[in-house]
């Protein structure tokens, strides 16, 4: 199941283009910031689906501009995005988030190193708070259903800063208390 090759037949139905241009649709409308996916996964993801059959593959040259592939979703690729569709609507939701991995790993740092890393993710989260709710408002071009998602990144934003003064005040108040103890205790 793969939420790049969701991805990438979505805007294809909507619009058939080169890998390239999809790299740059996804760039231009902040797409990369609602789910993850790297430029190169979207060139090498288009080529594999044409070569399985999901996608017509047309070379075109337009004047003086080198030779471009467009790409179309054809009756099977269309199968294929339903598919994928119902799968991810189905499957369960991760809640892995970037941040449990320095939290899991704070116990090898002092306590003021710590107690500085925490500070450092909350500014970065706030920063990152000013950017949703331009988003929210409008501000930042994106396709009419990208608000819901930025709105939806909006909300858990709010909980992992209200999440990260709770783990800093946990850190701080029981620091000596985590390292006391073997992992299997803890």
Known sequence: MSSIDLIILGLLLRNPCSAYDLEKLIRDNHLNFLVKISMPAIYKSTVRMAQQGYLEAVTAKDGKMPEKTIYTVNTAGHEYFR?????HSESPIGYQFEPNTVVLCL?????SEGLEVL????????DDAKFLSKAVEGGVFTP?????IFRQQQ?????????????RAEY???????????????
């Open 83 to 87: 598919r994928l569709l119902q799968e």
């Open 107 to 111: 116990d090898n740092v002092g306590k």
């Open 119 to 126: 500070s450092r993710l909350k500014e970065k989260l706030a």
């Open 144 to 148: 009419p259903l990208g608000r819901l």
């Open 155 to 167: 909300m858990i934003n709010e909980t992992l800063l209200m999440w990260v003064d709770e783990a």
């Open 172 to 186: 701080d108040h029981s620091y000596d208390d985590l390292l006391s103890k073997p992992l299997e205790e803890i």
